[in-house]
């Protein structure tokens, strides 16, 4: 064989493996997009930022294991900055520039509800993950929090079983308290029992002393709190300050991540209600917790929010490869007939509500942070978001100010 041919062979030789090469690469399939449009800024940062990282975790899962359809799934994350108006602009965004295949998304209900008309009028799919007031149903979200029959109600019957029926109430300014408290009041009256006051904060308000003077002044039995984001840390600061550390408090919307940042052990009878605790047994939760802290550090803590965006995530990918499609109208079906076996247990959908079965649990902070489980439902609830006691009309008139 000459120099010559030798060459020639040689040169086709790397012709064919370029060629080859882009060949590959041209089959090679784009990568999923998932849209994550959480606040990383603002008063509900501390809250949210953990879940931009449990989609983290579950993708991360995902991605080595192969993927989805034979392609990897990318996060596009997005900071809707604790703003209800961001939150939208964002959504849209993400659906019509991103062009990602699911949301997971929102924290508070103001912000779910400026995002949810988005995700309706593209027909796309958004996974919410945090317990809530209920009374809402989308044919384009899949709720993974609460429902209030799954931590509202039975939270209120504890506490006043517990603790007595004067009842005084504190939250945020906006939907998700105000909404809250119209059943709990509902729950307090059947109950015989008294509502001595109902205060609000403006969102990420530290203006505390004029709501904790009075409970000082009127000594309730018990402390509910729908109180959202940052301004729990003035609070917990001003009841210790009060010398009402001893007073029951039952706090709503208060996870391990915010119990640890905002010091909600100062109080020694402080409470909380989810369908999951990182303390909890179980070799489900025990995997999960060291995957959460090998990727995030030893001292990061789950949450209920944490394990229901995780859940969530999961569940989407189950119905995309079931659907052989990430596209969202082809998803949607599917999804309501999955289930997961996640750190909470088993997570599945309820077809008739979009919501998820849920086990009610009751905490009580310990120093760390953590939660000591003092209280447990045998088996996980159906969700109900429109409590039963009134019809799903007379709720909305009730939340608009009209007569029921």
């Known amino acids: 064989m000459t120099r010559r041919l030798l060459l020639l062979l040689t040169a086709l030789i790397c012709l064919l493996v370029v060629l080859g090469l882009g060949w590959n690469a041209a089959r090679q399939e784009p990568p999923i997009r998932i849209g994550v449009l959480h606040s990383l800024t603002g008063t509900m940062a501390v809250s949210e930022k953990p879940l931009v990282d449990a989609v983290r975790l579950a993708v991360d899962e995902i991605n080595a294991n192969g993927g989805l359809l034979g392609r990897q799934v990318k996060m596009v994350v997005a900071d809707g900055r604790s703003d209800p108006q961001v939150f939208a602009a964002e959504a849209t965004r993400l659906i019509e520039r991103e062009r990602v295949s699911a949301l997971f998304a929102c924290w508070t209900s103001a912000c779910r509800k400026a995002v949810k008309p988005v995700v309706e009028s593209h027909n796309h799919l958004m996974f919410y993950p945090v317990q809530y007031e209920g009374l809402e149903q989308s044919p384009n979200l899949l709720y993974t929090g609460a429902a209030p029959n799954q931590q509202i109600v039975p939270g209120t019957r504890w506490a006043m079983q517990q603790f007595g029926k004067r009842v005084y109430l504190v939250g945020s300014d906006y939907v998700f308290p105000r909404t809250a408290n ?85 109080l020694a009878r402080h409470y909380g209600v989810w369908n999951y605790f990182q303390s909890l047994p179980g070799e489900e939760n025990r995997r999960f917790v ?93 969700p109900t978001p429109w409590p039963f006691y009134r019809t799903r009309e007379a709720w909305q008139a009730l939340q608009e100010g009209k007569t029921p």
Not at 319 to 347: H, K, T
Not at 357 to 366: E, N
């Open 182 to 266: 119209l059943i709990i009041r509902d729950l307090v009256n059947a109950a015989a029992g008294e509502i001595l006051a109902e205060r609000y904060l403006p969102l990420g308000s530290a203006e505390v002393a004029a709501v904790v003077a009075d409970i000082r002044r009127i000594h309730p039995d018990v402390v509910l709190n729908t109180i959202n984001g940052d301004s729990n840390q003035s609070f917990i600061a001003a009841l210790a300050q009060a010398g009402l550390a001893e007073l029951p408090v039952v706090s709503f919307s208060m996870a391990e991540s915010e119990m640890k940042t905002f010091g909600g052990a100062r």
């Open 290 to 382: 060291a995957a959460w802290q090998t990727r995030f550090g030893a001292g990061a803590v789950t949450s209920d929010p944490v394990e229901a965006t995780y859940a969530g995530v999961h569940l989407w990918a189950q119905a995309v490869r079931d659907a052989r499609s990430p596209e969202p109208a082809r998803v949607n079906p599917p999804l309501l007939r999955q289930s997961f076996n996640g750190p909470a247990g088993i997570s599945a959908v309820d077809m008739a509500t979009r919501h998820l079965w849920k086990t009610v649990r009751v905490g009580k902070v310990r120093a760390d942070g953590q939660f000591e489980q003092v209280f447990a439902s045998g088996a996980p609830l159906r």
